[in-house]
Protein backbone atom coordinates (compact mmCIF):
# COMPACT_ATOMS: atom_id res chain seq x y z
CA UNK A 1 0.00 0.00 0.00
CA UNK A 2 1.21 3.16 -0.84
CA UNK A 3 0.62 6.35 1.94
CA UNK A 4 -1.04 9.39 0.05
CA UNK A 5 -1.62 11.31 3.39
CA UNK A 6 -1.01 11.25 6.99
CA UNK A 7 -3.57 12.36 8.94
CA UNK A 8 -2.43 13.83 12.54
CA UNK A 9 -4.97 13.03 15.75
CA UNK A 10 -4.96 16.05 18.19
CA UNK A 11 -7.16 15.46 20.94
CA UNK A 12 -9.23 12.73 18.69
CA UNK A 13 -9.67 16.10 16.41
CA UNK A 14 -8.93 15.41 12.76
CA UNK A 15 -5.98 18.00 11.63
CA UNK A 16 -8.09 18.69 8.42
CA UNK A 17 -11.12 19.78 10.65
CA UNK A 18 -8.98 21.98 12.85
CA UNK A 19 -6.65 23.36 10.21
CA UNK A 20 -9.61 23.70 7.66
CA UNK A 21 -8.04 22.26 5.25
CA UNK A 22 -7.68 18.70 3.84
CA UNK A 23 -4.73 16.32 3.12
CA UNK A 24 -4.76 15.57 -0.91
CA UNK A 25 -6.65 12.99 -1.00
CA UNK A 26 -8.97 10.53 -3.80
CA UNK A 27 -11.61 11.99 -5.07
CA UNK A 28 -14.95 9.62 -6.10
CA UNK A 29 -18.02 10.62 -7.10
CA UNK A 30 -21.02 8.29 -7.73
CA UNK A 31 -23.75 9.68 -9.51
CA UNK A 32 -26.91 8.38 -9.93
CA UNK A 33 -29.81 8.88 -12.14
CA UNK A 34 -33.56 10.21 -11.47
CA UNK A 35 -33.36 8.72 -8.15
CA UNK A 36 -35.81 10.83 -5.63
CA UNK A 37 -35.00 12.39 -2.56
CA UNK A 38 -36.99 9.54 -0.26
CA UNK A 39 -35.61 6.65 -2.28
CA UNK A 40 -32.51 6.12 0.14
CA UNK A 41 -32.49 5.05 3.84
CA UNK A 42 -30.68 8.16 4.78
CA UNK A 43 -33.14 9.81 3.39
CA UNK A 44 -36.32 7.92 5.12
CA UNK A 45 -37.23 5.07 2.72
CA UNK A 46 -38.83 2.37 4.67
CA UNK A 47 -39.41 -0.11 1.43
CA UNK A 48 -36.13 0.28 -0.72
CA UNK A 49 -33.46 -1.07 1.54
CA UNK A 50 -30.17 0.99 1.09
CA UNK A 51 -27.72 -0.75 4.12
CA UNK A 52 -24.08 0.36 2.02
CA UNK A 53 -25.25 3.84 1.26
CA UNK A 54 -26.81 4.42 4.87
CA UNK A 55 -23.69 3.06 6.47
CA UNK A 56 -21.44 5.55 4.74
CA UNK A 57 -23.84 8.58 4.87
CA UNK A 58 -24.07 7.21 8.99
CA UNK A 59 -20.33 7.59 9.22
CA UNK A 60 -20.06 10.71 6.98
CA UNK A 61 -22.02 14.07 6.54
CA UNK A 62 -25.82 13.71 5.00
CA UNK A 63 -26.76 17.09 3.18
CA UNK A 64 -30.31 18.10 3.89
CA UNK A 65 -30.12 21.19 0.57
CA UNK A 66 -28.08 19.94 -2.09
CA UNK A 67 -28.83 20.99 -5.24
CA UNK A 68 -28.18 20.27 -9.14
CA UNK A 69 -27.88 22.76 -11.82
CA UNK A 70 -30.65 21.58 -13.62
CA UNK A 71 -33.63 19.20 -13.70
CA UNK A 72 -32.80 17.04 -16.53
CA UNK A 73 -30.11 14.54 -17.21
CA UNK A 74 -27.43 15.95 -19.28
CA UNK A 75 -27.26 19.82 -18.13
CA UNK A 76 -27.06 19.14 -14.55
CA UNK A 77 -24.30 16.52 -16.00
CA UNK A 78 -22.45 19.08 -17.65
CA UNK A 79 -22.84 21.60 -15.11
CA UNK A 80 -20.95 19.38 -12.33
CA UNK A 81 -18.32 18.65 -14.93
CA UNK A 82 -17.79 22.18 -15.70
CA UNK A 83 -18.21 24.27 -12.58
CA UNK A 84 -20.59 26.58 -14.43
CA UNK A 85 -24.66 26.49 -14.93
CA UNK A 86 -25.13 25.06 -18.40
CA UNK A 87 -26.95 27.70 -19.45
CA UNK A 88 -23.98 29.75 -19.86
CA UNK A 89 -22.18 28.10 -22.38
CA UNK A 90 -25.00 26.68 -24.34
CA UNK A 91 -26.01 23.70 -23.21
CA UNK A 92 -29.98 23.70 -21.08
CA UNK A 93 -31.22 21.29 -23.16
CA UNK A 94 -30.11 17.58 -22.87
CA UNK A 95 -28.73 16.15 -26.54
CA UNK A 96 -30.59 14.84 -28.53
CA UNK A 97 -30.74 11.27 -28.59
CA UNK A 98 -29.41 9.01 -31.50
CA UNK A 99 -32.71 7.95 -33.08
CA UNK A 100 -33.87 11.37 -32.98
CA UNK A 101 -32.33 11.81 -36.12
CA UNK A 102 -31.17 15.58 -35.37
CA UNK A 103 -27.60 15.25 -37.20
CA UNK A 104 -26.48 18.86 -36.81
CA UNK A 105 -26.34 18.07 -33.43
CA UNK A 106 -24.52 14.92 -32.88
CA UNK A 107 -20.92 16.75 -33.81
CA UNK A 108 -21.87 18.91 -30.60
CA UNK A 109 -21.15 18.16 -26.95
CA UNK A 110 -19.80 20.35 -23.54
CA UNK A 111 -17.68 23.47 -25.15
CA UNK A 112 -14.09 22.72 -25.49
CA UNK A 113 -13.59 25.70 -23.97
CA UNK A 114 -14.94 24.36 -21.01
CA UNK A 115 -11.99 23.01 -19.11
CA UNK A 116 -13.79 19.87 -17.27
CA UNK A 117 -12.43 19.26 -13.12
CA UNK A 118 -11.40 16.28 -14.67
CA UNK A 119 -8.86 17.62 -17.10
CA UNK A 120 -8.00 20.59 -14.14
CA UNK A 121 -7.27 16.68 -11.55
CA UNK A 122 -5.34 15.04 -14.46
CA UNK A 123 -3.13 18.23 -14.59
CA UNK A 124 -2.61 17.80 -11.09
CA UNK A 125 -1.16 13.90 -11.32
CA UNK A 126 -4.70 12.47 -10.72
CA UNK A 127 -5.44 8.91 -12.28
CA UNK A 128 -8.57 9.48 -13.92
CA UNK A 129 -11.81 7.19 -14.81
CA UNK A 130 -15.04 7.25 -16.18
CA UNK A 131 -17.39 4.47 -15.97
CA UNK A 132 -21.25 4.41 -16.79
CA UNK A 133 -23.45 7.40 -18.63
CA UNK A 134 -21.43 10.00 -20.09
CA UNK A 135 -24.02 12.37 -21.81
CA UNK A 136 -21.77 15.04 -22.57
CA UNK A 137 -21.00 14.60 -26.42
CA UNK A 138 -20.57 11.49 -28.57
CA UNK A 139 -17.77 12.57 -31.51
CA UNK A 140 -13.67 12.99 -30.41
CA UNK A 141 -13.31 16.11 -28.94
CA UNK A 142 -16.19 15.73 -26.37
CA UNK A 143 -15.32 11.79 -25.50
CA UNK A 144 -14.30 11.07 -22.05
CA UNK A 145 -10.62 10.27 -22.93
CA UNK A 146 -9.98 13.69 -24.79
CA UNK A 147 -11.86 15.19 -21.78
CA UNK A 148 -9.57 14.62 -18.76
CA UNK A 149 -10.25 10.98 -18.04
CA UNK A 150 -7.28 8.40 -18.72
CA UNK A 151 -10.17 5.36 -18.64
CA UNK A 152 -13.70 5.29 -19.82
CA UNK A 153 -16.19 2.14 -19.94
CA UNK A 154 -19.46 2.99 -20.40
CA UNK A 155 -21.63 4.39 -23.23
CA UNK A 156 -21.94 7.75 -24.01
CA UNK A 157 -25.38 8.96 -24.98
CA UNK A 158 -28.52 9.41 -22.37
CA UNK A 159 -29.92 6.02 -21.91
CA UNK A 160 -29.44 2.58 -22.10
CA UNK A 161 -31.34 -0.87 -22.14
CA UNK A 162 -29.83 -2.89 -18.78
CA UNK A 163 -30.12 -6.45 -19.95
CA UNK A 164 -27.22 -7.68 -22.53
CA UNK A 165 -29.32 -10.46 -23.68
CA UNK A 166 -31.88 -8.52 -24.78
CA UNK A 167 -30.11 -5.18 -25.82
CA UNK A 168 -27.14 -7.04 -27.98
CA UNK A 169 -29.20 -9.28 -30.10
CA UNK A 170 -31.71 -5.92 -30.78
CA UNK A 171 -28.80 -4.44 -31.65
CA UNK A 172 -27.49 -6.89 -33.99
CA UNK A 173 -30.24 -6.96 -36.24
CA UNK A 174 -30.51 -3.51 -36.73
CA UNK A 175 -27.50 -3.12 -37.82
CA UNK A 176 -28.21 -6.08 -40.93
CA UNK A 177 -31.19 -3.84 -41.53
CA UNK A 178 -29.48 -1.18 -42.09
CA UNK A 179 -31.19 1.24 -39.34
CA UNK A 180 -29.49 4.33 -40.04
CA UNK A 181 -30.85 6.02 -36.64
CA UNK A 182 -30.23 3.28 -34.43
CA UNK A 183 -31.19 3.67 -30.49
CA UNK A 184 -28.40 4.48 -28.62
CA UNK A 185 -30.34 2.72 -25.43
CA UNK A 186 -29.07 -0.42 -27.50
CA UNK A 187 -25.54 0.18 -28.49
CA UNK A 188 -22.45 -1.70 -27.21
CA UNK A 189 -20.58 -0.72 -24.20
CA UNK A 190 -17.56 0.62 -24.94
CA UNK A 191 -13.38 0.96 -23.18
CA UNK A 192 -11.49 3.93 -24.52
CA UNK A 193 -13.39 3.94 -27.39
CA UNK A 194 -13.64 0.14 -28.32
CA UNK A 195 -16.54 -1.27 -28.41
CA UNK A 196 -17.10 -3.99 -26.14
CA UNK A 197 -19.28 -7.77 -25.63
CA UNK A 198 -20.82 -6.96 -22.31
CA UNK A 199 -22.53 -10.14 -20.53
CA UNK A 200 -23.61 -8.48 -16.98
CA UNK A 201 -26.85 -6.25 -16.05
CA UNK A 202 -24.62 -3.05 -16.89
CA UNK A 203 -25.63 -1.59 -13.24
CA UNK A 204 -23.32 -4.84 -12.08
CA UNK A 205 -20.59 -4.21 -14.84
CA UNK A 206 -20.25 -0.68 -14.13
CA UNK A 207 -19.47 -1.33 -10.19
CA UNK A 208 -17.38 -4.05 -11.80
CA UNK A 209 -15.35 -1.68 -13.54
CA UNK A 210 -15.01 0.80 -10.88
CA UNK A 211 -13.41 -1.74 -8.34
CA UNK A 212 -11.38 -2.62 -11.57
CA UNK A 213 -10.45 1.43 -11.67
CA UNK A 214 -9.84 1.28 -7.63
CA UNK A 215 -7.49 -2.11 -7.61
CA UNK A 216 -5.63 -0.61 -10.45
CA UNK A 217 -5.19 2.84 -9.03
CA UNK A 218 -4.16 1.40 -5.72
CA UNK A 219 -0.73 0.36 -7.66
CA UNK A 220 0.15 3.90 -8.52
CA UNK A 221 2.24 6.30 -6.78
CA UNK A 222 -0.42 9.15 -7.47
CA UNK A 223 -3.98 9.69 -6.25
CA UNK A 224 -7.06 8.95 -8.06
CA UNK A 225 -10.55 10.88 -9.44
CA UNK A 226 -13.83 8.20 -10.19
CA UNK A 227 -16.82 9.34 -11.88
CA UNK A 228 -18.84 6.35 -11.44
CA UNK A 229 -22.14 7.25 -12.97
CA UNK A 230 -24.58 5.18 -12.59
CA UNK A 231 -28.19 5.28 -15.43
CA UNK A 232 -30.08 3.73 -12.53
CA UNK A 233 -32.82 3.89 -11.78
CA UNK A 234 -33.41 5.64 -15.24
CA UNK A 235 -35.70 4.17 -17.21
CA UNK A 236 -36.39 1.38 -19.17
CA UNK A 237 -37.74 0.18 -15.70
CA UNK A 238 -35.62 -3.07 -15.80
CA UNK A 239 -34.56 -4.45 -11.86
CA UNK A 240 -32.76 -7.96 -12.32
CA UNK A 241 -34.50 -10.70 -11.14
CA UNK A 242 -32.86 -11.54 -8.06
CA UNK A 243 -33.81 -8.01 -7.14
CA UNK A 244 -36.87 -7.80 -8.22
CA UNK A 245 -37.76 -11.27 -5.91
CA UNK A 246 -36.15 -9.49 -2.90
CA UNK A 247 -38.98 -6.60 -3.21
CA UNK A 248 -41.88 -9.19 -3.71
CA UNK A 249 -43.75 -7.45 -1.32
CA UNK A 250 -44.00 -4.24 -3.64
CA UNK A 251 -46.97 -4.48 -5.35
CA UNK A 252 -46.81 -1.39 -7.95
CA UNK A 253 -44.79 -3.13 -10.83
CA UNK A 254 -43.18 0.26 -11.64
CA UNK A 255 -42.05 0.94 -7.97
CA UNK A 256 -41.22 -2.93 -7.26
CA UNK A 257 -38.22 -2.92 -10.37
CA UNK A 258 -37.80 1.10 -9.36
CA UNK A 259 -36.93 -0.55 -6.05
CA UNK A 260 -34.86 -3.38 -7.33
CA UNK A 261 -32.72 -0.92 -9.42
CA UNK A 262 -31.62 0.80 -6.78
CA UNK A 263 -30.79 -1.98 -4.99
CA UNK A 264 -28.41 -3.02 -7.53
CA UNK A 265 -26.31 0.93 -7.02
CA UNK A 266 -26.84 -0.14 -3.01
CA UNK A 267 -24.77 -3.42 -3.78
CA UNK A 268 -22.54 -1.14 -6.63
CA UNK A 269 -21.41 1.41 -3.70
CA UNK A 270 -20.65 -1.75 -1.20
CA UNK A 271 -18.33 -3.20 -4.00
CA UNK A 272 -16.96 -0.04 -4.23
CA UNK A 273 -16.35 0.35 -0.65
CA UNK A 274 -15.18 -3.03 0.14
CA UNK A 275 -12.78 -2.48 -3.02
CA UNK A 276 -11.20 0.73 -1.17
CA UNK A 277 -10.66 -1.08 1.68
CA UNK A 278 -8.70 -4.20 0.53
CA UNK A 279 -6.41 -1.85 -1.57
CA UNK A 280 -5.88 0.28 1.66
CA UNK A 281 -7.29 3.24 -0.18
CA UNK A 282 -10.46 3.46 2.12
CA UNK A 283 -8.76 6.23 4.49
CA UNK A 284 -7.74 8.47 2.00
CA UNK A 285 -10.80 8.47 -0.39
CA UNK A 286 -13.74 11.49 -0.11
CA UNK A 287 -16.36 9.59 -1.08
CA UNK A 288 -19.49 11.98 -2.41
CA UNK A 289 -22.96 10.36 -3.42
CA UNK A 290 -25.75 12.35 -5.17
CA UNK A 291 -28.42 12.40 -7.82
CA UNK A 292 -28.41 14.08 -11.01
CA UNK A 293 -31.86 15.63 -10.72
CA UNK A 294 -34.92 14.70 -8.96
CA UNK A 295 -37.09 11.60 -9.36
CA UNK A 296 -39.75 11.09 -11.76
CA UNK A 297 -43.15 10.14 -9.97
CA UNK A 298 -44.74 8.88 -13.15
CA UNK A 299 -41.86 6.01 -12.97
CA UNK A 300 -41.80 4.69 -9.30
CA UNK A 301 -39.86 7.45 -7.37
CA UNK A 302 -40.67 9.40 -4.33
CA UNK A 303 -39.46 12.63 -3.54
CA UNK A 304 -41.37 13.09 -0.21
CA UNK A 305 -41.67 15.83 1.30
CA UNK A 306 -41.02 18.02 -1.93
CA UNK A 307 -43.17 18.72 -4.48
CA UNK A 308 -42.92 17.72 -7.87
CA UNK A 309 -39.99 15.59 -9.48
CA UNK A 310 -37.68 15.11 -12.44
CA UNK A 311 -38.11 18.08 -14.95
CA UNK A 312 -39.62 20.70 -12.09
CA UNK A 313 -37.87 23.96 -10.87
CA UNK A 314 -40.10 23.32 -7.48
CA UNK A 315 -37.25 21.54 -5.02
CA UNK A 316 -38.14 17.75 -6.15
CA UNK A 317 -36.62 18.62 -9.50
CA UNK A 318 -33.33 19.87 -8.37
CA UNK A 319 -32.90 19.27 -4.58
CA UNK A 320 -31.40 15.83 -4.27
CA UNK A 321 -30.09 13.07 -2.06
CA UNK A 322 -26.12 13.37 -0.80
CA UNK A 323 -23.62 12.79 1.01
CA UNK A 324 -20.10 13.04 2.29
CA UNK A 325 -17.72 10.52 3.89
CA UNK A 326 -13.93 10.66 4.21
CA UNK A 327 -12.81 8.66 7.40
CA UNK A 328 -11.26 11.58 10.07
CA UNK A 329 -11.55 14.69 7.64
CA UNK A 330 -15.89 14.19 7.22
CA UNK A 331 -17.98 15.07 10.43
CA UNK A 332 -19.36 11.86 11.08
CA UNK A 333 -23.02 11.85 11.78
CA UNK A 334 -24.00 15.45 10.60
CA UNK A 335 -26.54 16.79 8.93
CA UNK A 336 -25.42 19.80 6.83
CA UNK A 337 -28.64 21.63 6.27
CA UNK A 338 -27.11 24.94 4.31
CA UNK A 339 -27.76 24.95 0.53
CA UNK A 340 -25.22 23.81 -1.45
CA UNK A 341 -24.90 22.98 -5.24
CA UNK A 342 -23.00 20.21 -7.40
CA UNK A 343 -21.27 23.77 -9.29
CA UNK A 344 -19.37 23.94 -6.20
CA UNK A 345 -17.37 20.57 -6.78
CA UNK A 346 -15.51 21.94 -9.17
CA UNK A 347 -13.58 24.50 -7.15
CA UNK A 348 -13.50 22.15 -4.05
CA UNK A 349 -12.16 19.32 -5.81
CA UNK A 350 -9.27 21.72 -7.16
CA UNK A 351 -8.81 23.16 -3.76
CA UNK A 352 -8.24 19.50 -1.97
CA UNK A 353 -5.67 18.41 -4.60
CA UNK A 354 -4.25 21.34 -4.89
CA UNK A 355 -4.69 21.73 -8.67
CA UNK A 356 -4.38 25.17 -10.46
CA UNK A 357 -7.66 26.40 -11.99
CA UNK A 358 -6.36 27.24 -15.84
CA UNK A 359 -6.44 30.96 -15.93
CA UNK A 360 -9.77 32.78 -17.33
CA UNK A 361 -11.57 29.94 -16.62
CA UNK A 362 -15.34 30.70 -15.51
CA UNK A 363 -17.23 29.10 -12.29
CA UNK A 364 -20.36 29.92 -10.49
CA UNK A 365 -19.62 27.41 -7.78
CA UNK A 366 -17.48 28.34 -4.91
CA UNK A 367 -14.86 25.96 -2.68
CA UNK A 368 -17.20 25.27 0.45
CA UNK A 369 -14.69 23.01 2.09
CA UNK A 370 -14.17 25.24 4.90
CA UNK A 371 -17.46 26.36 5.68
CA UNK A 372 -18.82 22.92 5.41
CA UNK A 373 -15.96 21.64 8.16
CA UNK A 374 -17.23 24.31 10.13
CA UNK A 375 -20.87 23.79 9.79
CA UNK A 376 -21.37 27.32 8.33
CA UNK A 377 -23.17 28.55 5.11
CA UNK A 378 -20.73 28.90 2.43
CA UNK A 379 -23.56 30.69 0.11
CA UNK A 380 -24.62 33.41 2.70
CA UNK A 381 -26.60 35.80 0.43
CA UNK A 382 -26.11 33.78 -2.25
CA UNK A 383 -28.77 32.29 -5.12
CA UNK A 384 -28.80 28.52 -6.56
CA UNK A 385 -30.49 28.99 -9.91
CA UNK A 386 -32.41 26.55 -11.32
CA UNK A 387 -34.01 26.89 -15.21
CA UNK A 388 -36.13 24.65 -17.34
CA UNK A 389 -37.36 25.92 -20.53
CA UNK A 390 -40.60 24.36 -21.62
CA UNK A 391 -42.25 25.15 -25.71
CA UNK A 392 -43.00 29.07 -25.02
CA UNK A 393 -41.96 29.73 -21.64
CA UNK A 394 -39.48 29.15 -18.80
CA UNK A 395 -39.59 27.93 -15.23
CA UNK A 396 -37.48 29.12 -12.72
CA UNK A 397 -36.40 28.55 -9.67
CA UNK A 398 -33.98 30.16 -7.19
CA UNK A 399 -33.01 29.02 -3.50
CA UNK A 400 -30.86 31.70 -1.07
CA UNK A 401 -30.49 31.05 2.45
CA UNK A 402 -33.56 29.85 3.38
CA UNK A 403 -35.50 30.99 1.18
CA UNK A 404 -37.03 29.30 -2.14
CA UNK A 405 -38.32 31.28 -5.07
CA UNK A 406 -40.74 29.30 -7.85
CA UNK A 407 -42.11 30.30 -10.48
CA UNK A 408 -43.86 27.61 -13.39
CA UNK A 409 -46.27 27.72 -15.91
CA UNK A 410 -45.95 31.71 -15.85
CA UNK A 411 -48.28 31.67 -13.04
CA UNK A 412 -47.48 33.95 -9.85
CA UNK A 413 -44.26 34.11 -8.28
CA UNK A 414 -44.22 32.54 -5.08
CA UNK A 415 -41.63 32.33 -2.12
CA UNK A 416 -41.26 29.79 0.64
CA UNK A 417 -38.97 29.35 3.50
CA UNK A 418 -37.04 25.78 2.54
CA UNK A 419 -35.88 25.14 5.76
CA UNK A 420 -39.30 24.67 7.46
CA UNK A 421 -41.48 24.09 4.22
CA UNK A 422 -39.69 21.93 2.05
CA UNK A 423 -42.95 20.85 0.17
CA UNK A 424 -43.23 24.72 -0.70
CA UNK A 425 -46.72 24.43 0.68
CA UNK A 426 -47.21 27.60 2.56
CA UNK A 427 -46.50 30.39 0.10
CA UNK A 428 -45.33 34.01 1.73
CA UNK A 429 -45.04 36.09 -1.25
CA UNK A 430 -47.67 38.16 -0.27
CA UNK A 431 -45.76 39.11 3.58
CA UNK A 432 -42.48 39.31 1.79
CA UNK A 433 -42.96 41.43 -1.88
CA UNK A 434 -39.56 43.10 -1.61
CA UNK A 435 -37.30 39.82 -0.93
CA UNK A 436 -39.28 38.32 -4.47
CA UNK A 437 -38.66 41.41 -6.03
CA UNK A 438 -35.12 41.41 -4.96
CA UNK A 439 -34.68 37.53 -5.79
CA UNK A 440 -36.42 37.77 -9.15
CA UNK A 441 -34.22 40.82 -10.33
CA UNK A 442 -31.25 38.22 -9.38
CA UNK A 443 -32.57 35.08 -11.36
CA UNK A 444 -33.07 37.96 -14.41
CA UNK A 445 -29.53 38.90 -14.29
CA UNK A 446 -28.53 35.82 -14.14
CA UNK A 447 -30.82 34.82 -17.45
CA UNK A 448 -29.69 37.91 -19.62
CA UNK A 449 -25.83 36.29 -19.38
CA UNK A 450 -27.32 33.40 -21.08
CA UNK A 451 -26.29 32.33 -24.53
CA UNK A 452 -28.21 30.36 -26.89
CA UNK A 453 -28.93 26.60 -27.19
CA UNK A 454 -26.29 25.17 -29.23
CA UNK A 455 -28.94 21.96 -29.92
CA UNK A 456 -31.89 20.76 -28.59
CA UNK A 457 -33.18 17.21 -27.25
CA UNK A 458 -36.22 17.40 -29.82
CA UNK A 459 -37.19 18.68 -33.08
CA UNK A 460 -40.14 20.00 -31.36
CA UNK A 461 -38.36 22.12 -28.71
CA UNK A 462 -36.03 23.67 -31.46
CA UNK A 463 -39.03 24.74 -33.66
CA UNK A 464 -41.05 25.66 -30.98
CA UNK A 465 -37.47 28.07 -29.83
CA UNK A 466 -37.75 30.05 -32.72
CA UNK A 467 -41.08 30.23 -33.46
CA UNK A 468 -41.95 31.95 -30.03
CA UNK A 469 -38.83 33.51 -30.20
CA UNK A 470 -37.47 32.18 -27.00
CA UNK A 471 -36.66 33.17 -24.26
CA UNK A 472 -38.51 35.77 -23.77
CA UNK A 473 -37.96 37.22 -20.53
CA UNK A 474 -39.96 40.07 -20.39
CA UNK A 475 -42.70 38.19 -19.86
CA UNK A 476 -40.99 35.63 -17.33
CA UNK A 477 -39.64 38.10 -15.04
CA UNK A 478 -42.74 40.04 -14.83
CA UNK A 479 -44.26 40.19 -11.34
CA UNK A 480 -48.16 39.82 -10.99
Not at 116 to 130: N, R
Not at 168 to 182: L, S
Not at 389 to 409: A, C, I, P
Request: hydrophobic fraction near 35%.
Amino acid sequence: MKMKTLTLLILAVPLALLAGKAPRPNIIVILTDDLGYSDVGFNGATDIRTPEMDKLADEGTIFTSAYVVHPFCGPSRMGLMAGRYPHEFGGPFNLPPFQEGLKEYDALGIPESEIMISTVLQDAGYFTGAVGKWHMGITEPYHPNTRGFDEFFGFLGGGHQYHPAQYRPAYERMVKRGVENINEYFHPMQRNGVEIRETEYITDAFSREAVRFIEKASQKDQPFFLYLAYNAPHSPLQGKAEDLKLYSEIKDNKRKHYAAMVHSVDRGVGMVTDALKKSGEYEDTLIIFLSDNGGKLSLGATNVPLTDGKGSTYEGGFRIPMFFHWPDNVPVGRKYKHPVSAIDFYPTFAALAGAKIPEGKELDGKNIWKDFIAGKSPRKGEPIFAMRHRLNYTDVGVRMDNWKLTRVSRKSWQLFDADTDMAEKNDLSAQYPERVRDMVKLVEQWSRSHTEPLWFHAAQARDSWYQYDMPNYDKDFEIK
